[in-house]
């Protein structure tokens, strides 16, 4: 599975890619959020790490692009802020985040969110996997239905 890194600090934008290989994640790290959005690819699965303070579009307007495109609703983004005030998390889940992390960030924190995010691509899977299930069972009862 891939994961963006979209962090406009290089020391941690580095040591993200690093932690997200070491988990099993094909890693790439972006500074800011245009460049993101160029190398994004609806056909794939990803893990995404946000900064909320990008140069440029913000980590909210990027999460907000992100959910309007094609499968734009499939990857998993965890914030990343110094932000911590009520009004900020509701901003954050209006967006379209589905986590957040304060900083300062560990490591530890972050393998733990990542365990998280795991979790639910393996729920997301299964759903996937019913819904192929049912529709194919559907296409074999109205094939019954019709005598085809």
């Known amino acids: 599975m891939k994961a963006m890194v979209i962090e406009d600090d ?3 934008n580095e040591l993200f890619v690093e932690a997200l290989g070491d988990g099993g ?6 500074p800011d959020a ?11 699965h990803y893990l995404i790490t946000l900064d ?3 140069p440029g579009m913000d980590g909210l307007e990027f999460c907000q692009w992100l959910r309007q495109q094609p ?8 914030a990343i802020t110094g932000r911590s005030e009520p009004d900020d998390l509701a901003s954050i ?9 304060a900083k300062p960030v560990t490591l530890d924190k972050l393998y ?3 365990a998280v995010a795991e979790a639910h691509f393996v729920r997301m899977e299964k759903y ?3 819904c192929a299930e049912l529709v194919k069972l559907k296409e074999e009862l109205e094939k019954v239905k019709t005598g085809a």
């Open 10 to 12: 290089a020391s941690t």
């Open 25 to 30: 994640f094909e890693a790439h790290g972006f």
């Open 34 to 44: 245009e460049s993101a959005m160029k190398a994004f690819d609806p056909n794939e």
């Open 52 to 54: 909320l303070g990008l």
């Open 71 to 78: 499968n734009g609703e499939d990857p998993y983004v965890i």
């Open 93 to 101: 889940l209006k967006a379209g985040m589905d986590d957040y992390m």
């Open 112 to 114: 733990i969110r990542l």
């Open 128 to 130: 996937r996997s019913t």
